[in-house]
């Protein structure tokens, strides 16, 4: 199932920066507020109980432009204050309902999920993938994320790609042992597509920043074409954005450009 959890971290964290943004850029505010008189403007402020109103002109005055602003900055803030509340008591009250959480609470009679409830739930049975991917797992300890067809992944913005295509119906497998020249890769998806029945490599670089991180996603994009696997031919790239994130409309048109 979804990791709504870590989505709504991620999401809180976001708004978290936003907010210190939006505060650093109100550090030193205009005093007073616009008066919009037909179709120009006053600045009005009020000082020591005594009110003045100074004609600005039209809207292209550097001080409406300053004071529109702030009025939005301030109301953005406000809401994502508002929002950072709300996320706080979701993350305080919210659960994952999946088998294998479930099986934690209610007791040893009932620890092992029966098989048929996976497929009740249309989730997948751990049981389903071989032997070798589930103990060969590489770094099992960071596989901290569930998406929505119950498997394990490391990063929020995985979560959106493999969740995109499992609503398209389109079969993958993560991390799965892929050998060139010795070297065991791990692509984060492999796919094979409905469309021409072709296997295609999906890579989410999501610490380009690092020089050490990057180094490596070079010299295995270099090993993908060592086996054949292009970039924008079979080999689908996508990288998360200066905050972190990734644009999941870019992940929908990719599914549609290479599977659809």
């Known amino acids: 199932m979804q990791d709504i959890i870590g989505i709504v971290e991620h999401e809180k964290e976001l708004q978290q920066k936003q907010k210190e943004k939006i505060i650093l850029s109100l550090r030193k505010p205009t005093a007073g507020h616009l008066v919009k008189k037909r179709n120009y403007y006053y600045w009005r402020v009020s000082e020591n109980g005594k009110v003045t109103e100074v004609y600005l002109g039209p809207e292209t005055h550097p001080i409406v432009q300053r004071l529109k602003k702030q009025k939005y900055l301030e109301e953005s803030k406000k809401i994502i204050q508002k929002n950072l509340i709300a996320m706080d008591k979701f993350l305080q009250s919210y659960e994952n309902y999946d088998p294998i959480t479930v099986s934690g609470k209610i007791g040893k009679t009932y ?59 389109i079969k993958y497998r993560y991390e799965p042992y892929f050998e060139v020249d010795g070297r065991n890769l791990r692509p984060d998806f492999m796919i094979i597509s409905p469309r021409d029945n072709e296997i295609y490599i999906w890579e989410h670089f999501g610490m380009m920043k690092d020089i050490a991180y990057r180094k490596k996603a070079l010299e295995k994009i270099y090993y993908y074409m060592q086996k054949g696997y292009y970039p924008w031919d079979r080999l689908i790239m996508t990288f998360d954005k200066e905050d972190e994130s990734i644009d999941s409309r870019i992940v929908s048109k990719l599914i549609e450009l290479y599977f659809m």
Do not use: C
């Open 111 to 169: 620890e092992v999920p029966p098989d048929d409830v996976f497929e009740a739930m249309d989730l997948t049975n751990p049981k389903d993938w071989d032997e070798k991917y589930w103990k060969g797992a590489f770094l099992e300890e960071s596989l901290i994320h569930t998406t929505s067809k119950g498997h394990k992944v490391r990063s929020k913005s995985e979560i959106i790609i493999a969740n995109q295509l499992h609503l398209n119906n």
